[in-house]
């Protein structure tokens, strides 16, 4: 099933579930099952919601405004250079451990929400990436029991602001403009997809295919991940990790792939549907 966040019909934020063309309320403008998709998360409801839904006040899918698919997670970690193919195009080859970041949640956008592009930069460059939502508390996670703490995947976009990213060692200024974090258009449970190393992640610019790759790719693997980052804090219901970006981001290619005014980037990747979002100019 596709669940998702996004705008009830009087303007105020809910969740439910989409299928068909159709929207299903199930917040608290609906059935009123959980007052977020995190809170569904944390209250185990997530991904076993049945065909009960389908009784929830519905809008058609095309008058929704998608919200980041979870809008208030504790925390974000975000993974940098963790696809081989972007280890080598940036230089970055035999890492020891995962690069980390975070994005706040603040930053994030929804489906079709506009990719904000600062006036003051001239390097902003789009990542599509897979994200994972935890699903349970996490804390010393073992590898091979980690993908039991997962409850959901969707497509993202770690927009960066390059200049700022690579003013100093730390990346955290390049990664958290207002308007730069992708996140959608839907969260799928992770029951529902079988084994994600099968699935393939595609990034578009206005069309041209620039990113593809199987997230099989991964340098560290979902495991791997969950594994390290709970090593050093502790992860709630509803967090997210952000897996890393394959090759072909726009500040490597010959001529520069840096994203302008107007440019639609899309991110899809198998099962989870296409992240979509136009560049915006914004002071």
């Known amino acids: 099933m596709n669940y998702a966040s996004f705008t009830a019909a009087d303007g105020s934020p809910t969740w439910g579930i989409i299928e068909d063309g159709q929207a299903y309320d199930l917040g608290p403008s609906g059935a009123n099952l959980a007052r977020t998709l995190r809170a569904a998360v944390e209250q185990g409801i997530f991904g076993t919601v049945g065909d009960g839904f389908r009784s929830a006040p519905s809008r058609a899918e095309e008058d929704i405004e998608f919200l980041p698919a979870v ?9 940098g250079v963790n696809y081989r193919s972007h280890q080598q195009e940036s230089g970055k080859t035999e890492q020891k451990a995962p690069t980390i970041f975070t994005r706040f949640a603040d930053s994030q956008m929804g489906h079709l929400q506009p990719a904000q ?14 994200a994972l939502v935890i699903g349970k508390e996490a804390f010393h996670v073992a590898e091979e029991d980690a993908f039991e703490y997962v409850a959901g995947y969707a497509a993202y976009n770690d927009l960066s602001v390059r200049d700022w990213q690579l003013a100093a060692s730390q990346w955290i200024p390049g990664k958290n403009f207002p308007g730069t974090g992708g996140f959608g258009p839907y969260l799928v449970p992770a029951a529902d997809l079988g084994d994600v190393n099968e699935l393939t992640l595609e990034t578009r610019v206005n069309g041209d295919i620039r990113q ?4 099989a790719d991964l340098y560290f693997s979902i495991p791997q991940l969950i594994a390290y980052v709970t090593g050093f804090t502790r ?3 509803g967090d997210v990790i952000v897996t890393g970006t394959p090759g072909g981001v726009g500040l490597f290619m010959e001529p520069s792939g840096l994203l302008s005014e107007g440019d639609v980037v899309e991110v899809e990747i198998t099962g989870l549907g296409t992240l979509a979002n136009t560049v915006e100019l914004v002071s």
């Open 71 to 79: 809008t208030d997670p504790g925390k974000i970690i975000c993974i």
């Open 117 to 130: 592009m600062p006036a003051t930069t001239t390097k902003f460059d789009y990542e599509g990436e897979m």
């Open 212 to 215: 593809k790759a199987s997230v």
């Open 235 to 237: 992860l709630s219901p």
